[in-house]
């Protein structure tokens, strides 16, 4: 059994044990407190040291770019897919738009890129989730925002409030605060080995219990919908075949060399997707308490099981691409596993569309006969 084989296994009887603890946890604010001390304190602590043991160069601050555009590019893919599956309700398609583009890498993907590709590849990845962190926090806000106005036809408020709170969020969020203090340090020569002996145990400590946490975190959060189920199974299968499409045609045409840099850019982009637009969809929600459902901006119920069912599928897929060593870091195996997860994608819908016609023709027939 080989050594990735061996990771990956163990990572999912993690997930089993969390699963299995769903019982003792008899409140979402018990979940929500393990998810405090992974973002806080052991994702935080991990991804400083990481950032400390790099060399500073110009590719480093290119990363936060390429995330961005990576999430722009699939905002403007998203309607197509929702066109694609038929999904035509008004604050279901609002909320697939905002969520779909989003990217959780803390809890979705660090772990084991720390696991498989090392802390080098920890720091870059954190690196990029800074401009993921703009386009959750700002860019999703405005828009979220603007189409809340113009769906109830509101004059347009002021934002600049809310802007500084979130850019201030943007700042402050532990993880980004580490990675800020982390860069000024490297500027100033500093590194691993300068931090008192304390603090660099301290570190350390946090840093080992992180994977084991996320894990069961993942297996205590895992709830799925059944009757939205294959409808986020098909949305969730799209977006992993474009995001491979997309990442693997890229790094095809500009001669992207290193197999690791193409599997660490491959895995940030299956992230799962984040909390964040669920947040700025709540707050658009609260101000819509007395509006009819139909009337709604957004559909919540579809943003939490798409939430629910996103990090267990990202998960699943990250594990089986890290799992399988370099293979996916070749060009026509990830045309492969684009082309299973598109038709894996399409197969319901598809399904659906040829019921349907049948249907309709035998009812035709049917008129026909009387």
């Known amino acids: ?200 145990e301290i570190l350390n400590r946090l840093s080992v219990i992180m994977a084991p946490l996320v894990l069961i975190f993942i297996g205590l959060s895992v709830r799925i919908q059944k009757t939205e189920f294959l409808q986020i199974f098909s949305l969730l299968s799209l977006r992993a075949a474009l995001t491979i499409f997309i990442i693997g045609s890229l790094s095809y045409f500009f001669k992207v060399g290193v197999e690791n840099d193409i599997l660490l850019y491959l895995v940030f982009g299956l992230s799962a997707c984040s909390f964040w637009p669920f947040a700025h969809i709540c707050g658009v929600s609260d101000k819509e308490i007395e509006v009819p459902e139909a009337r709604k901006t957004f559909n919540m119920e579809f943003a939490l099981a798409i939430l629910t069912f996103s990090l267990p599928f990202s998960v699943l897929l990250i594990l089986g691409i890290l799992t399988a060593g370099d293979t996916f870091a070749h060009y026509s195996h990830q045309l492969k596993l684009a082309s299973i997860l598109f038709l894996l994608g399409i197969a319901i819908p598809l399904y659906n569309y040829i019921k349907k016609g049948a249907q309709i023709k035998e009812r035709y027939k049917a008129q026909e006969d009387t």
């Open 1 to 200: 059994m080989t050594d990735g084989l061996i990771k990956a296994l163990s990572f999912i009887l993690f997930i089993v044990i969390g699963i299995l603890l769903k019982r003792k946890f008899t409140s979402k604010d018990e979940v929500n407190g393990l998810k405090k001390i992974i973002l806080l304190l052991a994702l935080p602590a991990t991804i400083f040291i990481a950032l400390l043991k790099i060399q500073i160069n110009l590719g480093l601050f290119l990363l936060p770019f390429l995330a961005l555009g990576f999430n722009i590019l699939l905002y403007f893919i998203t309607p197509g897919l929702l066109l694609l599956l038929g999904i035509q309700d008004k604050p279901t398609v609002n909320t697939a738009r905002l969520l779909i583009p989003s990217l959780a890498p803390g809890l979705s993907c660090f772990p084991f890129i720390l696991e498989f590709l090392g802390p080098d590849y920890l720091a870059k990845a954190a690196m990029a989730d800074l401009g993921n962190k703009f386009f959750v926090l700002i860019v999703l806000y405005l828009v979220a925002l603007r189409w809340y106005l113009n769906n109830q036809s509101i004059p347009k408020e002021s934002t600049k409030n809310k802007l500084v709170s979130l850019i201030k969020t943007l700042l402050f969020e532990p993880i980004n605060a580490f990675i800020i203090v982390a860069l000024i340090l490297l500027t100033f020569g500093f590194n691993n080995t300068n931090l008192p002996i304390v603090l660099q």
